[in-house]
């Protein structure tokens, strides 16, 4: 007995069932893919989706520091670490922000899930 209307979504069921049960990993959460899932976000907002944004060059802008309490980021750790970086949105995605290098900045992903999508009374910072 078929338990889709086609191939194509018996393939997508079986990677939905198959993921949410264990039996496939999630691929692994790199720069590009982190863009463009920021884009897609922008998009939907309909906001402006500017130049790539990669956490390796917003880190190396940033110095290192989380721009929320101001503390050291540590490169090495990976999410779901909650001292891992993460990309902060001054302007959130939410409140119709841009996802450009001036609006977004280095922060770490328990400082960033406590903050939110409040936020957009800082300036944007001004990069050259």
Do not use: F
């Amino acid at each position: 007995m078929e338990r889709c209307c086609s191939e194509k979504h018996g393939k997508q069921l079986y990677n939905r069932e198959s993921r949410a049960d264990g039996r496939q990993k999630p691929p692994r959460w790199t720069d590009e893919r982190r863009d463009r899932y920021h884009r897609r976000r922008a998009q939907k907002k309909e906001t402006s989706t500017g130049e790539a944004v990669l956490l390796a060059e917003i880190a190396e802008r940033d110095g290192w520091r989380c721009h929320i309490c101001q503390k050291a980021v540590d490169p090495g750790l990976v999410w779901p670490h909650s001292m891992s970086p993460s990309l902060d949105h001054v302007v959130p995605l939410s409140k119709g922000g841009p996802h450009e290098p001036r609006n977004v900045r280095l922060s770490h992903v328990r400082c960033n899930t406590a903050r939110g999508n409040r936020g957009g009374g800082e300036q944007l910072l001004l990069t050259g």
